[in-house]
């Protein structure tokens, strides 16, 4: 995939009214679950299944709504998709059908109700936010016509994460944190960015003064870590799946 892809060209098929909601719902979701909240996050889920059906019985009416809105009967309305035969299975059943397993969760777990069998819980919570992302890079994957790789990345550069350690000033970052290492800079800094982040602004970004060492000794020690991985040519370094859960398990991401 060439080039960054930001919201309105990922999904630029769905109007601002969907599209805007859509990935607000989406980022608290990941927000909870990434801070362990588990009751929030499974009603987020819940919350998107609704936005998400309104955008797919929009696409099949050829008719967007402006806003979205909470079908009377989930799994009836999903269901009554299957009947757009002129439309991909995605949008007619593989789609609906993790929405009504979603919807599942957050209505018969004990999550927006009383008196269900179980609480709310990390593994419920984990089955949330793991189809909720498959349903977005779907969405993405439709609405973009790329590979489902491609819209997987597209999910994770759309996904924001506020650090407090991340400190925006204009178009530069600033990592704070005095205690904090180069490596454990390294690695909040390309936790919070979409996608890769230059060696230079690395070095600028956590204050290091000499980027050849930067190179040899944080990032080059950190790929064979399988920490992040370190481009050379590209002079590019990007998080791996190990390096975000270093972060979240070693460093303390708030001051």
């Not at 949330?128 to 609405?143: H, K, M, N, Q, T």
Request: include cysteine; glycine fraction near 6%; hydrophobic fraction near 40%.
């Amino acid at each position: 995939m060439k080039g960054a892809v930001g919201p309105e060209s990922a999904l630029g098929g769905i109007p601002d009214g969907l599209r805007t909601p859509l990935l607000d719902e989406f980022n608290k979701l990941a927000r909870h679950y990434r801070e362990s909240r588990w009751e929030p996050a499974e009603l987020n889920g819940g919350k998107l299944c609704e936005i998400v059906y309104t955008i797919l019985k929009g696409h099949v009416d050829s008719a967007f709504p402006p806003a979205p809105a909470k079908p009377g009967n989930m799994v009836d309305a999903c269901k009554a998709l299957e009947s757009a035969h002129n439309f991909p299975r995605a949008i007619r059943i593989q789609i609906p059908r993790m929405l009504v397993a979603l919807y599942e969760i957050r209505n018969n777990r004990n999550v927006g109700h009383v008196g269900a069998d179980i609480d709310p819980n990390h593994m419920d919570a984990t089955v949330v936010y793991g189809l909720a992302r498959w349903v977005l890079s779907e969405l993405v994957r439709i609405f973009h016509s790329i590979s489902p790789e491609d819209a997987t990345a597209v999910v994770d550069a759309l996904t924001e994460r506020e650090i407090p350690l991340l400190w925006r000033i204009g178009e530069r970052t600033r990592v704070l944190g005095t205690q904090l290492s180069a490596k454990h800079k390294t690695l909040v800094l390309l936790y919070g960015s979409a996608g890769a982040v230059s060696a230079r602004d690395i070095a600028s970004s956590i204050d290091y003064k000499n980027v050849s060492q930067l190179r040899q000794k944080v990032l080059r020690p950190a790929h064979d870590e399988d920490l992040l991985d370190f481009d050379m040519k590209a002079d590019t370094a990007l998080l791996s799946p190990i390096g975000a859960r270093f972060v979240e398990q070693n460093i303390p991401l708030k001051l």
